[in-house]
């Protein structure tokens, strides 16, 4: 069967007989946390069960709608939170956590509900309080585990220092003296997919010291397969590790390489971080619907 354009006609050639193609109009909502974009959609009727082609075909800059990731808005089965979510990667890979992610997410439960001071939301790395500043949303995160620090590893021919830490996902960070200069597309490729990450890899930060306090971050996210304009995890990570590594105190602002600046506040207990919290943009691009 041949589909000519969407709500047109198909014909079945040895036949001749005619049907009309059904085709499902899926409504979503564009948005971006500092450059970082997401498909989001409400599927709290659970009318939606997209398959990784979908996902994928959505985010296709070409010939989707193009975006990082999609988020779905369900309810929330535990009772832990007044909602949850269902994230992918660009890729339709399933994550546990997004920074940015969360932070768009929050503003499109308010603007659906009428939530007005705080949203409650579970995901895989657990329950995410979000709280509201005009267009700046602050996400609590979960609590960051498994730092490691000043590992030696060879990738790309390049012998590096490597730190990391999981802020939801994974990420190691490596500091560098001018992100500019970075080939982050074929060194973030050789840390995400080393062995020392196996089996699920890892997302990869490129960290600048811009002064005491302030840094500048380029990733490499896992999922993505490329280098993203911000990750919000990715910010947390190396916000954290820099803090650690060079006694900077709460919050470091860090600029992302879409040119904003988010602040990770924190409170530092000893070699662990709690309270962890990410704030920055997060803005309305526009509402549209595609066919799927």
Request: glycine residues 10%; aromatic residues 8%; hydrophobic residues 40%.
């Amino acid at each position: 069967m041949e589909a000519l354009a969407a709500g047109h006609f198909c014909a079945l050639p040895a036949s001749r007989r005619w049907y009309r193609l059904r085709l499902v109009t899926f409504a979503f909502t564009k948005m971006n946390g500092a450059g970082n974009d997401f498909v989001l959609a409400d599927n709290r009727d659970g009318r939606w069960r997209l398959s990784t082609g979908q996902v994928a075909r959505l985010c296709h800059r070409q010939r989707g709608i193009g975006a990082d990731g999609l988020i779905l808005l369900v309810p929330c089965a535990s009772g832990r939170a007044d909602w949850a979510w269902e994230f992918f990667n660009s890729d339709g890979s399933h994550a546990e956590m997004c920074g940015n992610g969360a932070r768009c997410f929050a503003r499109f439960v308010q603007r659906l509900t009428g939530a007005r001071d705080r949203v409650t939301f579970e995901t895989t790395a657990g329950v995410i309080t979000a709280t509201f500043a005009g267009e700046h949303v602050t996400v609590s995160l979960t609590e960051p585990r498994g730092l490691r620090l000043d590992e030696p590893l060879e990738a790309a021919g390049q012998r590096l220092t490597v730190h990391s830490l999981n802020t939801g996902v994974p990420h190691a960070v490596v500091f560098v003296p001018d992100a500019d200069r970075v080939m982050v597309q074929p060194l973030g490729a050789a840390l995400r997919h080393h062995p020392h990450f196996a089996p699920r890899g890892t997302n990869v930060n490129f960290v600048q010291i811009i002064a005491p306090g302030r840094i500048r971050v380029r990733t490499y996210e896992r999922g993505v397969e490329g280098e993203t304009l911000a990750c919000g995890t990715g910010v947390t990570a190396s916000a954290l590790i820099a803090a650690r590594i060079h006694s900077f105190a709460s919050p470091v602002e860090v600029r992302v390489q879409g040119g904003d600046t988010l602040a990770v506040s924190f409170d530092a207990d000893g070699g662990t971080f709690r309270n962890v919290r990410l704030t920055g943009p997060a803005d309305f691009v526009f509402e549209g619907r595609i066919e799927l």
